[in-house]
């Protein structure tokens, strides 16, 4: 079956630090990946997305790369802001049959001043 | 611009009553989604439709009950509310091969 592994948290930075949330994934067939961010008090928001290997998705500084070869999609971030803190979800879809988006438990990610 | 909208944002009721958690979008999609978020934030996908008149339950078994009559609007109903069912409930609708939209969500307290 399909799943996304994410990894686990709580995630506690300083402000400026270098981000790196791991995401494995394994699929039936080829996915298309996601990373979605929850803030607080708030519903999902698409935050990048990839939909073949060896693309790169990017967004407000983020950065995640689709490698096949290691079924991976790491979230990264080379300065966090106190903004970013924020849930993260990685997920996958393959858009054939049920069509169901497939998340990660998710990682709460906390920056500190 | 997402346009998905979920009332009310925030219930509390009592043990046994009958509610309705609306969804509704403005975009045409043709599929919606309903996911339950625990407190320790995973997502489980409990409904979700492909069209009007078309319902499937999802990969968490849930004791709710969805309809699709409008393509805009897909309601969640819970015909006896229990402390169980206490959660964050999260509307999703997507077109075709799109970004998936998430509505803000609605947190339900059952006392």
């Known amino acids: 079956g399909n799943s996304v592994t994410q990894m686990e948290g709580p995630v506690t930075l300083s402000e400026e630090a270098f981000l790196t949330i791991n995401c494995t994934y394994t699929?039936?067939?080829?996915?298309?990946l996601f990373w979605y961010v929850q803030y607080p008090g708030e519903g999902l928001q698409l935050l990048l997305k990839?939909?073949?290997?060896?693309d790169k998705g990017s967004n407000k500084g983020f950065e995640a790369t689709y490698r096949k070869e290691t079924t991976s999609f790491h979230l990264e971030k080379g300065s966090v802001q106190v903004s970013d803190s924020a849930v993260y979800f990685c997920?996958?879809?393959?858009?054939?049959?049920?069509?169901?988006?497939?998340f990660g438990q998710g990682t709460r990610l906390t920056i500190n001043p | 611009e997402a346009d998905i909208y979920q009332t009310p944002r925030y219930l509390v009721i009592g043990t046994g009553k009958k509610i309705t958690l609306e969804c509704s979008q403005t975009m045409g999609h043709d599929k919606m989604y309903w996911y339950q978020q625990d407190p320790g934030m995973e997502l489980h996908l409990i409904h979700y439709?492909?069209?009007?008149?078309?319902?499937e339950k999802g990969d968490l078994s849930s004791e709710s009950t969805v309809s699709r009559i409008r393509t805009e609007h897909f309601p969640l109903t819970l015909e006896s509310a229990r402390p169980s069912h206490t959660s964050q409930y999260l509307c999703?609708?997507?077109?075709?091969?799109?970004?998936?939209?998430f509505g803000p969500g609605t947190r339900l307290t059952v006392l």
């Open positions: 997920a996958l879809i393959i858009l054939q049959g049920a069509q169901k988006l497939v």
């Open positions: 699929a039936t067939g080829y996915p298309s």
């Open positions: 439709s492909y069209g009007v008149n078309s319902t």
């Open positions: 990839a939909t073949k290997a060896d």
């Open positions: 999703a609708s997507r077109e075709g091969r799109g970004e998936q939209f």
